[in-house]
């Protein structure tokens, strides 16, 4: 299993960032996929969830209306639009995916993360 980040890096306050995560390994069409950050000294905190179809999506409180968490099943992929980025935005962000076992059962699987750093 494979979750492999792309997309960080350093923008201004009001900028904007598109993170991709590129997924193998698994049945990514079944998959519920999230997108965690962590600042240094915080804890990591979820930031963005999509269901295995796309249909349903949730966010964190800070980031309502700014970032919008996306997915192409027929790419594997899972996307995090960021915009409007704050300093408060700045953290590594990581991808997650919820992998079904069975129908009782989750794994759990992470990225490596990518870091985003918002300063002017």
């Known amino acids: 299993v494979q979750l492999v980040e792309s997309g960080g890096g350093l923008v201004q306050p009001g900028g904007s960032l598109r993170l991709s995560c590129a997924a193998s390994g698994f049945t990514f069409s079944s998959a519920g996929m999230n997108w965690y950050r962590q600042a240094p000294g915080k804890e990591r905190e979820l930031v963005a969830a999509i269901s295995s179809a796309g249909v349903d999506t949730n966010y964190a409180d800070s980031v309502k209306g700014r970032f919008t968490i996306s997915r192409d099943n027929a790419k594997n992929t899972v996307y995090l639009q960021m915009n409007s980025l704050k300093a408060e935005d700045t953290a590594v962000y990581y991808c997650?995916?919820?992998?079904?076992?069975?129908?009782?059962?989750?794994?759990?699987?992470w990225g490596q993360g990518t870091q985003v750093t918002v300063s002017s």
């Open positions: 997650h995916a919820e992998v079904k076992i069975d129908r009782y059962r989750l794994t759990f699987y």
